[in-house]
């Protein structure tokens, strides 16, 4: 069972190009959170969002809830963009749930 | 600094010799939680408490036991460790329904 799907597993990109990540879950979530992995480990939160859009900076974050979908976007990707960027949802039984990731590269 | 701690680090150990892997938040959230993320799998949850004294099962709990006896501290316990449960193990705390902040990782290998 995948509470959560994500697309595509891999990345590549050349630096200044428009990057999506597409999530789709199928459980009742109260937020939807995406993260931030770089290698060496660590974890980022970068959006959570229950609703509409978000932007910080380069990326945004969408969402919609009807259709248990969310897109993140990167405009004019870096190599520091460079990553694995996982969604999360939290359900209304505040478990949590992750996709497998996309693996990121932003060549220069 | 707000932060989320995990001790030790790496850890390798044999099979059946208990083990503790610590876990403590100077945020005062209330939600604290333990994953394990493996290659192709990607983060599972283990065990999650809403608070002092509850603790709830997640995705994957056998072979783990977990405290919450204080708000800050979130101890997870492998009383009998087998190879299986080799993996990167990150706690994460937050404010109830809020953006969880996640430890930096414990790299387990059990032999």
């Known amino acids: 069972k995948n509470e959560v799907e994500q697309s595509p597993q891999n990345l590549t990109a050349q630096e200044g190009e428009f990057i999506t990540i597409n999530c789709s879950y199928s459980v009742g979530i109260s937020a939807l959170h995406w993260l931030q992995q770089h290698p060496g480990g660590g974890i980022v939160s970068l959006f959570m969002l229950s609703s509409g859009k978000k932007k910080h900076g380069r990326l945004i974050a969408t969402i919609n809830i009807q259709e248990k979908h969310s897109s993140l976007h990167i405009t004019a990707s870096h190599p520091r963009d460079s990553a694995v960027y996982i969604c999360?949802?939290?359900?209304?039984?505040?478990?949590?749930?992750f996709g497998t990731g996309t693996s990121l590269t932003v060549i220069p | 600094e707000a932060q989320v701690t995990q001790n030790p680090r790496y850890l390798i150990t044999v099979t059946g010799k208990k083990l503790t892997v610590t876990c403590s938040q100077n945020?005062?959230?209330?939600?604290m939680s333990w994953y394990r993320q493996d290659p192709g799998l990607g983060l599972r949850q283990i065990y999650y408490?809403?608070?002092?004294?509850?603790?709830d099962k997640g995705d994957v709990p056998e072979g783990y036991k977990v405290s919450r006896k204080e708000k800050r501290n979130f101890p997870l316990i492998l009383e009998s460790p087998s190879p299986n449960q080799t993996s990167l193990y990150f706690c994460?705390?937050?404010?109830?329904?809020?953006?969880?902040?996640f430890g930096p990782g414990t790299r387990l290998t059990v032999l």
């Open positions: 994460a705390s937050s404010l109830y329904g809020g953006t969880q902040y």
């Open positions: 408490s809403m608070n002092v004294e509850v603790t």
């Open positions: 999360a949802v939290s359900s209304t039984g505040n478990q949590f749930y």
């Open positions: 945020m005062n959230h209330e939600y």
